[in-house]
């Protein structure tokens, strides 16, 4: 019997027989983005013609498979409703059911990104017990990315599309779910969240090599055995999550992750950058909206690090001001000093939705969150102001605060007495005459108390004084 005519005659049955498949993220119960050209793609029969119908229009779209058989089309998706279907067709049926077409967003980073309502260990969420119960929602959809770290870049992922429910809210992100929960509950309509994060993942891992070149820190992996870390390397992280999702129609990414980098503070304003840069020229839609959180204040000594990541906030909030369509959503007042993953994920969530719903969808009504803009000094006084603090700044525990520092020539801060007037913060130190630089909560550890219409402020500095 001839064994190997055999085998090759099963391979061309299999061939012939195959049928369309997709991507795990086009799936069952997903959803799309709306009024766009949506990118759907794909496998089949090499040199096949794969016929593309979805139930809300009576057109259908073709596409030939390449010589490996794989094929792509872009589709155009209506206003925001459904359930629609799509059906696949080379010869034999592919159908998608239950499929919404609403507003889709990737929501990306490290722990505090992945942290599910559920909580960590001895973690918990606050108030996802109340909010899980009460989280039943058909028209918010969730697809978490399961990990998956590789020194090449893949084409799927693997997980599954859920409604919300007390049970898939419970296993879901609690910082996209409270993003989510709020665009539908302002947009009202249906809302898609795709979560891509991986605990203590550096962002270098969520990059390719090419943008890695101009941070020549990063060690590159040359082949699988140099991949020491399955979440720090970089590159495997874009690889294995990030790069089967590129091209898929989305509004927007959100990104949690910064903690991995506080010893490599220097670079990160720079990296996140070149990172959001990278994402939206593989996407090639433009210059997304990509909206990010500070890190949370917590005090970095209890796991023996040396280092002041108030200089890592002071990079993030540098990124808003390089890179377009972009905004971070401070966190003062949301840390826990003996936590790095703080359980305040509701206001991490409504926050970067904030920034979404003021700057995406022009949602009238909305505060900013002001920003440090400059100190002058008259005397012994410093007088600091602010941009976007037109509703003026205040102390949201009284009329002083105990946050703030100033320095003289000599360079040693001491604690200062603040008060406010108007969008002002005025300081003064009876151990400083001649004052030349001030400090907000430029610690680890610090429970923000300067606000501005509801919003807490970044902590910042003037100086720019090695650590």
């Not at 967003?105 to 990104?113: H, L, R, T």
């Not at 037109?390 to 009284?398: A, D, H, I, L, T």
């Not at 919003?455 to 090695?466: G, H, I, K, N, Y």
Request: charged letters at 25%.
């Amino acid at each position: 019997m001839n064994y190997k005519l055999i085998m090759a005659s099963l391979l061309v049955a299999a061939n012939v027989n195959a049928k369309v498949t997709l991507p795990k993220m086009f799936s069952d119960g997903m959803v799309m983005q709306r009024e766009t050209k949506a990118n759907i793609w794909g496998d089949a029969n090499k040199s096949a013609v794969v016929k593309v119908s979805p139930s809300w229009t009576k057109k259908t779209y073709t596409a030939r498979t390449d010589e490996h058989g794989k094929w792509k089309i872009a589709i155009d998706t209506p206003e925001a409703g459904g359930p629609y279907s799509i059906t696949f067709n080379d010869g034999e049926k592919t159908v998608l059911n239950n499929i919404l077409i609403g507003e889709l967003w990737v929501c990306s980073g490290q722990s505090n990104m992945e942290m599910q309502m559920k909580g960590f260990k001895a973690q918990p969420v606050e108030g996802a017990i109340t909010d899980g119960l009460n989280s039943r929602d058909p028209q918010l959809r969730l697809f978490t990315v399961k990990r998956n770290s590789k020194f090449e870049p893949v084409d799927t992922v693997s997980g599954q599309w859920y409604e919300a429910n007390t049970g898939s809210v419970r296993e879901f992100s609690a910082t996209a779910y409270y993003f989510g929960k709020t665009l539908r509950k302002v947009l009202d309509v249906p809302v898609g969240l795709i979560t891509v994060a991986w605990g203590g993942s550096a962002c270098e891992a969520w990059m390719t090599a090419d943008w890695l070149k101009a941070f020549p820190d990063a060690r590159i992996p040359k082949s699988p055995q140099d991949i020491k870390s399955k979440n720090r390397t970089p590159t495997v992280l874009y690889n294995g999550m990030m790069h089967p999702l590129v091209g898929m129609a989305m509004r927007g990414v959100i990104w949690y992750q910064g903690e991995d980098n506080v010893n490599r503070y220097k670079t990160y304003g720079d990296m996140l950058a070149t990172m959001i840069r990278g994402w939206r020229g593989e996407w090639n839609i433009g210059d997304f909206p990509f909206y990010y959180c500070q890190i949370a204040p917590y005090d970095y000594s209890l796991i023996n690090w040396d280092y002041n990541s108030a200089l890592l906030r002071e990079q993030q909030a540098r990124v808003e001001t390089m890179v377009p369509n972009t905004g971070m959503a401070v966190l003062m007042d949301a840390g826990l000093e003996y936590g790095i993953h703080p359980r305040k994920k509701r206001q991490a969530g409504e926050r970067l939705a904030l920034l979404a719903l003021r700057n995406t969808y022009n949602i009238a009504g909305l505060p900013e969150f002001a920003r440090y803009k400059d100190v002058e000094f008259k005397g012994d006084t410093a007088v600091i102001s602010f941009d976007k603090s037109k509703e003026w700044v205040y102390f949201n525990n009284g009329t002083t605060s105990n946050l703030f520092e100033i320095a003289g020539e000599d360079k040693v801060f001491h604690p200062a007495k603040a008060w406010t007037e108007r969008n002002r913060v005025y300081l003064k130190s009876e151990k400083v005459s001649k004052p030349v630089a001030v400090r907000y909560a430029f610690k680890n550890w610090a429970d923000g108390d300067l606000f501005c219409d509801g919003l807490p402020v970044s902590s910042f500095r003037s100086d720019d004084w090695e650590e």
